[in-house]
């Protein structure tokens, strides 16, 4: 059974049907919602909403390991991963959606591991490719079969949020090799690979980045809700095509 991290709950799981919430606990404290069990195109299916039943958690206040442990204890295959983020070159303009294969981690403060007790083993997982390759290639070639336009790699840059980049953070960001700029893939994606779990994520760009394109004053709040909303619907659609075909990938 795969999970789907979702930002929340409308458009993005337009084909889920939902058969029973599940509130689960966890050593690190309750993930951000009740795992939702359903199915897509006929397969099971968790998802965890990663902000909230409301929407009303923040991305550096999401508690990433309890969702990780939520889903781990499920029993996971993998995860699929939805987030928005802004775009950083000239071609990954709003509505674009993408499959990163890379990551930059720019938070602090955030719980980050599990390995964080004085247990006289230090624990170094590999990290060298974030991203399940597996997953990445079958998010693909589904999105060819739906006939989905998608950008294959992508670096993705973590900021710590809330509050969004300055023009220059940007500009770092880009001479660091990032094309993409978000708030919740780390520690996420890290948390994950040290449980084990194949991890590969969708990204939605719903902006230029801060001082770029038409954020080059400023970043329209707005504008950020109404094109996540768009590109939902095609991700729906990316995800049935994903979870029909996954024994056949
Ligand atoms: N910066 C950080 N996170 C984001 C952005 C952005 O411009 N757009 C959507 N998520």
Request: aromatic share 8%; proline share 2%.
């Given at each position: 059974m795969f999970a789907?991290?979702?930002?929340?709950?409308?458009?993005?799981l337009a084909g889920l049907t939902i058969e029973r919430r599940v509130h689960v606990d966890t050593p690190y404290g309750r993930p951000s919602a009740p795992l939702?069990?359903?199915?897509?195109?006929?397969?099971?299916?968790?998802?965890?909403?990663?902000?909230?039943?409301?929407?009303?958690i923040a991305p550096?206040?999401?508690?990433?390991?309890?969702?990780?442990?939520?889903?781990?204890?499920?029993?996971?295959?993998?995860?699929?991963?939805?987030?928005?983020?802004g775009g950083m070159r000239d071609h990954l303009g709003p509505g674009t959606l993408l499959i990163p294969d890379q990551v930059i981690d720019y938070t602090s403060g955030r719980a980050h591991t599990f390995?964080?007790?004085?247990?006289?083993?230090?624990?170094?997982?590999?990290?060298?490719?974030p991203f399940s390759e597996n997953i990445r290639r079958r998010l693909l070639t589904s999105a060819r079969n739906a006939g989905i336009r998608i950008e294959d790699g992508g670096c993705y840059g973590c900021a710590n949020g809330p509050r969004l980049?300055?023009?220059a953070e940007?500009?770092?960001?880009?001479?660091?090799?990032?094309?993409?700029v978000g708030m919740t893939g780390m520690p996420e994606i890290a948390l994950a690979r040290e449980?084990?779990?194949?991890?590969?994520?969708?990204n939605i760009v719903v902006n230029f980045a801060a001082g770029l394109g038409d954020s080059a004053q400023a970043v329209a709040h707005d504008q950020l809700l109404e094109y996540g909303r768009t590109a939902m619907v095609t991700?729906?659609?990316?995800?049935?095509?994903?979870?029909?075909?996954k024994e056949k990938a």
């Open positions: 789907i991290i979702a930002r929340s709950r409308p458009a993005s939702i069990y359903g199915a897509i195109a006929g397969k099971s299916v968790v998802v965890l909403l990663r902000h909230g039943d409301d929407h009303e550096h206040r999401v508690n990433y390991r309890a969702n990780i442990q939520a889903l781990y204890d499920a029993g996971v295959e993998g995860i699929v991963a939805i987030a928005t983020v390995y964080d007790t004085d247990d006289g083993t230090a624990h170094h997982v590999d990290f060298t490719w980049e300055s023009a940007i500009r770092r960001m880009q001479r660091d090799g990032c094309d993409v449980k084990g779990i194949p991890y590969g994520a969708i991700v729906a659609r990316l995800l049935a095509t994903f979870i029909e075909n």
